[in-house]
Structures are given as C-alpha cells and as structure tokens.
C-alpha cells in the first residue's frame, strides 16, 4: 500500500513538473549507493569493480561533490593499474575551481610522485563489441558507446555497465541487475530500494 502511494506521488511530481531534477527521483538515491559501493568496494580489495563503479560516478557529478568523485576514480584507477584514468582524474582534480592553492600544489606533487614511477597508460582492458551498433569495441569501464553513443545502464549490485540482453530488472524501483552479480553477491533484496527479489 505504502509502495502504491509513493509510486502515484512520484508520477504524478514527474508529470506535472517542468523541473529536470524531478524527472528522476531516484538519481539521488542512485548517486550515493553508487559512491558507498564503490568504497566498500575498495575496502574489499575489488579494484577492478571499484573501478567500474568508480567511472560510473562521473554520471552524478551534479548530484555528489565533483572532489569526491574524482578522488574514488583516482584511487579505484590507480589500485587498478589503469595509471592514465588515475591521470585524467588527478587533472580534474587540480582544475577543481572551489580548492585551495595547497591542494593544487598537494594534487600536483601527488601526480609527480605517481607518474615518476608509473607512466600514465592503461593495463590492458577487456574489449566488448557494442551491443547496440555492433561496430565498435567497448572496453569494460566504458559506461557508454563513443561509435553510436548508447548509454549502457548500471547494474545497481556491481556498478558495472550492463552489456547481456538478460537481466534482472525490480518491480519497485525498475533498477536492473546483472543475474550473475545477483548470484555473486547473494543478494536476495534489491540493492536499491531493498524489495524483494
């Protein structure tokens, strides 16, 4: 009954608003399940799915701290070995406009001490063919197509970008699963809004 309700509220706010911010209220809830996962993620020593969710976060800049999110793309990359998206975050970092002079200047001694040692290049990635055009090669942090610009949607359970035509979509919150990361995870609510799976 409770479900019921805030579904009709919802609808009836998105349909009779103008606002963008409205058009998705569950971008919120979205844009800190992703930053909390991510970091549980690095605490589990998973780099390689931290840095999944990592670069998902780019997508919520409006809704996070922009320091926050390229500080979690900058450690998920560099944990993951991929030293030139820990380069381009450590960038963003620096040109942040709200830092003080003595983070600019931490931020850059950071990057040199980094990059002495390792250059700024990727390890080697898992490539994808695109699902949607079929015509370019999709690496597995990609959370889109630069050929046709399809946006692929997050699986809510790992962050990672869903390329399978199956998956598991809730019936609450429409936010979809991967089916093997379901199984991984042992996850029997959904990982958003907790209804049952």
């Not at 399940?33 to 993620?41: D, I, T």
């Not at 793309?73 to 993951?80: C, E, H, K, L």
Request: charged share 30%; net charge positive.
């Amino acid at each position: 009954m409770v479900a019921k309700t805030m579904n009709s509220l919802i609808t009836s706010d998105i349909s009779s608003s103008a606002d963008k911010a409205l058009t998705n209220p569950w971008k919120g809830a979205e844009a800190i399940h992703f930053y909390l996962l991510c970091q549980r993620q690095l605490y589990q020593k998973d780099y390689k799915r931290a840095m999944k969710t990592a670069m998902r976060l780019i997508e919520y800049e409006k809704e996070l701290q922009t320091k926050d999110v390229y500080s979690l793309v900058a450690i998920a990359s560099f944990f993951n070995g991929c030293f030139r998206e820990c380069s381009r975050a450590l960038v963003k970092l620096e040109r942040l406009e709200t830092i003080s002079k003595e983070e600019r200047e931490a931020y850059e001694l950071l990057a040199i001490n980094l990059f002495s040692r390792h250059p700024p290049v990727d390890k080697s990635k898992q490539e994808h063919e695109c699902p949607k055009c079929h015509k370019n090669c999709i690496n597995e942090f990609d959370i889109n197509c630069k050929e046709c610009g399809a946006h692929f949607s997050p699986c809510i359970a790992s962050g990672m970008s869903i390329l399978e035509r199956e998956y598991y979509t809730c019936k609450i919150c429409k936010h979809k699963a991967l089916h093997k990361e379901l199984k991984y995870l042992k996850l029997k609510h959904c990982p958003l809004c907790h209804a049952q799976i």
